[in-house]
T-cell receptor, first 111, second 113 residues
Framework: EDQVTQSPEALRLQEGESSSLNCSYT??????LFWYRQDPGKGPEFLFT???AGEEKEKERLKATLTKKESFLHITAPKPEDSATYLC????????????FGAGTRLAVHP | EAQVTQNPRYLITVTGKKLTVTCSQN?????MSWYRQDPGLGLRQIYY???????DKGDVPEGYKVSRKEKRNFPLILESPSPNQTSLYFC????????????FGDGTRLSIL
């Protein structure tokens, strides 16, 4: 069965303390891996799509990378406004847009 | 502004009382989907639709119905809600072209007593 596992479950950082979130997956024939940010009371907000091993995408303090079995979301010098739950999802092979989500990593950045 | 709009945002109701959660998107997307989000489990797909009059089951379809009579609307129907359907529900839409990201609504929190 295809699975997506995110770690850690929760992460507390001091402002400016860089770290990485992990997303490992067992989907074969990956069509795409997506990172989303979710704020309390809101729906997931799209951040990045990665398609192939070795690919990297950046946006402000966030950088997402992809290998054959996992993806990392690196957060450089985080600020309190980066506090959110970060979700990883993989797109299965096949003719439709099904996503399998991990349970997410709750990030808290303290001043 | 590109949007996926869900209503209601919050609902408390009782077991067995039929309810409908509406979802509307203004991006002319072909693909729409419903998810439920429960603590520790992540988002799980309930139903999806590839286009008008084309719907199919996701991973957790039991107890739910959907319809897609118009491209922009994709309502989720609970004909006889039960307490185990208490959850946070999200509607999403995307273009079918390529691996386009899904755009999500802000969620509907359902409590079934």
């Amino acid at each position: 069965e295809d699975q997506v596992t995110q770690s850690p479950e929760a992460l507390r950082l001091q402002e400016g303390e860089s770290s990485s979130l992990n997303c490992s997956y067992t989907v074969s024939g990956l069509r795409g891996l997506f990172w989303y940010r979710q704020d309390p009371g809101k729906g997931p907000e799209f951040l990045f799509t990665l398609y192939s091993a070795g690919e990297e995408k950046e946006k402000e303090r966030l950088k997402a990378t992809l290998t054959k079995k996992e993806s990392f979301l690196h957060i450089t010098a985080p600020k309190p406004e980066d506090s959110a739950t970060y979700l990883c999802a993989v797109q299965e092979p096949g003719g439709y847009n099904k996503l399998i989500f991990g349970a997410g990593t709750r990030l808290a950045v303290h001043p | 502004e590109a949007q996926v709009t869900q209503n209601p945002r919050y609902l408390i109701t009782v077991t067995g009382k039929k309810l409908t959660v509406t979802c509307s998107q203004n991006m002319n997307h072909e693909y729409m989907s419903w998810y439920r989000q429960d603590p520790g489990l992540g988002l799980r797909q309930i139903y999806y639709s590839m286009n008008v009059e084309v719907t199919d089951k996701g991973d957790v379809p039991e107890g739910y119905k959907v319809s897609r009579k118009e491209k922009r609307n994709f309502p989720l129907i609970l004909e006889s809600p039960s307490p185990n359907q208490t959850s946070l529900y999200f509607c999403a839409s995307s273009s079918r072209v390529g691996n386009q990201p899904q755009h999500f609504g802000d969620g509907t929190r359902l409590s079934i007593l």
